[in-house]
């Protein structure tokens, strides 16, 4: 059903495209917003234009960041010879929020995924094996436990291991077809702990 009011078609269709939200949903909220007054649209807006003005990748790990390095990579007192290798920016704060974990990211922004066109060149892989040339001692391998994740982590340790750098994958409490995103700190602490050396 299309509305008489061009403006609401438009923000509908928008909403519609975000990733969980029908068009059911998207109604919902663009007729919420109606109700919005002026300076409340307008700082709702202003935060979606500042998600493309001010945010950048970190130039080290890739990790979102208002700056050139993200918190984690400036911090000193992190331990800067591990680095736990993971498929997006959300896994950073799933990992972050167990307390377990003091070494350092690299973010792949994403997974081989032969079947939908991802190879290597898709990946930050280069990126990262460019980093292991440094004072690196161990990789941690946190891709998610699904078939995507499991060939990555596949792929990616037989470069690792090659220039022998200790290598491991955390282990796998992490039920399969699980994402780290959505697994609770317990879990996810001991599936860091319990990593398995490959
Ligand atoms: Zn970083």
């Given at each position: 059903?299309?509305?008489?009011?061009?403006?609401?078609?438009?923000?509908?269709?928008?909403?519609?495209?975000?990733?969980?939200?029908?068009r059911k949903s998207a109604q919902?909220?663009?007729?919420?917003?109606?109700?919005?007054?002026?300076?409340e649209i307008h700082s709702l807006a202003e935060s979606i234009l500042?998600?493309?003005?001010?945010?950048?990748?970190?130039?080290?790990?890739?990790?979102?960041?208002?700056?050139?390095?993200?918190?984690?990579?400036a911090n000193e007192s992190r331990d800067h010879k591990i680095i736990c290798v993971v498929e997006e920016a959300n896994d950073v704060l799933a990992i972050?929020?167990?307390?377990?974990?003091?070494?350092?990211y690299h973010i792949?922004?994403?997974v081989l995924s032969p079947l939908d066109g991802i190879g290597p060149d898709d990946l930050r892989i280069r990126e990262l094996i460019q980093r292991l040339g440094g004072q690196v001692e161990e990789v941690i391998l946190a891709m998610n436990a699904n078939a995507e994740g499991e060939a990555t982590a596949v792929y990616l340790s037989k470069f690792i291991k090659s220039l022998d750098i200790k290598t491991s994958r955390i282990a796998r409490g992490i039920p399969m077809?699980?994402?780290?995103?959505?697994?609770?700190?317990?879990?996810?602490?001991?599936?860091?702990?319990?990593?398995?050396?490959?």
């Open positions: 059903m299309q509305y008489t009011a061009d403006a609401l078609n438009i923000a509908i269709e928008e909403f519609s495209k975000l990733p969980g939200i029908g919902r909220l663009v007729f919420f917003l109606l109700k919005y007054d002026k300076e500042a998600l493309k003005d001010k945010i950048q990748y970190c130039e080290t790990c890739f990790n979102i960041t208002d700056s050139n390095l993200c918190a984690i990579c972050e929020r167990t307390n377990e974990y003091h070494g350092i792949l922004g994403g077809g699980g994402d780290l995103e959505y697994t609770d700190e317990v879990t996810l602490a001991r599936a860091l702990s319990e990593r398995v050396w490959i």
